[in-house]
T-cell receptor, first 116, second 113 residues
Framework: AQKITQTQPGMFVQEKEAVTLDCTYD???????LFWYKQPSSGEMIFLIY??????QNATEGRYSLNFQKARKSANLVISASQLGDSAMYFC?????????????FGTGTRLKVLA | NAGVTQTPKFQVLKTGQSMTLQCAQD?????MSWYRQDPGMGLRLIHY???????DQGEVPNGYNVSRSTTEDFPLRLLSAAPSQTSVYFC????????????FGPGTRLLVL
């Protein structure tokens, strides 16, 4: 069964430093998508970045990049130059598409605290 | 565009009561979905729809019904509320089921006593 694992319940990072949030996944589907979402304390879910299973290059969006290692089934989020506003919960998610189904699986999240 | 809207924002129910959580989007999105978020468990997919008239079950569908009569609306019905359904419910939508970005609504906080 498909699964997303985020092993870091909480992380601290100093302002302006880079931080990596880990995500591993398990699927037998050759076609899938990997996502990262941010959930601030206000509760909304904010899309950050996407990586398709067939994409050759790692995805980047501003200060966010996704370190995609397909053989290891990992999709780590890298945030460069951390800001205080980056303090939030971060969720890794996977979408599988097979046999006409389109289901998303979310990890349990990592709470990031940026220190001034 | 209002994006994805959800009503109500907060609801208290007694065990056994039924209710409908409303979700609407004005972006002409085909794919819509419902999630519940419980502490320490991330988001879990309840039901989803790839277009009007087409719905399918997610990871935790028991106790919930959905229908999709229009592109814009995707209501979630709790048939007989139980304390285990106390959660925050999110609706989300995207242009298609394989689109990169899902847009989430603000959430509905449900308390079942």
């Amino acid at each position: 069964a498909q699964k997303i694992t985020q092993t870091q319940p909480g992380m601290f990072v100093q302002e302006k430093e880079a931080v990596t949030l880990d995500c591993t996944y398990d699927t037998s589907d050759p076609s899938y998508g990997l996502f990262w979402y941010k959930q601030p304390s206000s509760g909304e879910m904010i899309f950050l970045i996407y990586q398709g299973s067939y994409d050759q290059q790692n995805a980047t969006e501003g200060r966010y990049s996704l370190n995609f290692q397909k053989a290891r089934k990992s999709a780590n989020l890298v945030i460069s130059a951390s800001q205080l506003g980056d303090s939030a919960m971060y969720f890794c998610a996977m979408r599988e598409t097979h046999s006409g189904t389109y289901k998303y699986i979310f990890g349990t999240g990592t709470r990031l605290k940026v220190l001034a | 565009n209002a994006g994805v809207t959800q009503t109500p924002k907060f609801q208290v129910l007694k065990t056994g009561q039924s209710m409908t959580l409303q979700c609407a989007q004005d972006m002409n999105h085909e794919y819509m979905s419902w999630y519940r978020q419980d502490p320490g468990m991330g988001l879990r997919l309840i039901h989803y729809s790839v277009g009007a008239g087409i719905t399918d079950q997610g990871e935790v569908p028991n106790g919930y019904n959905v229908s999709r009569s229009t592109t814009e609306d995707f209501p979630l019905r709790l048939l007989s509320a139980a304390p285990s359904q106390t959660s925050v419910y999110f609706c989300a939508s995207s242009y298609g089921p394989t689109q990169e970005t899902q847009y989430f609504g603000p959430g509905t906080r449900l308390l079942v006593l």
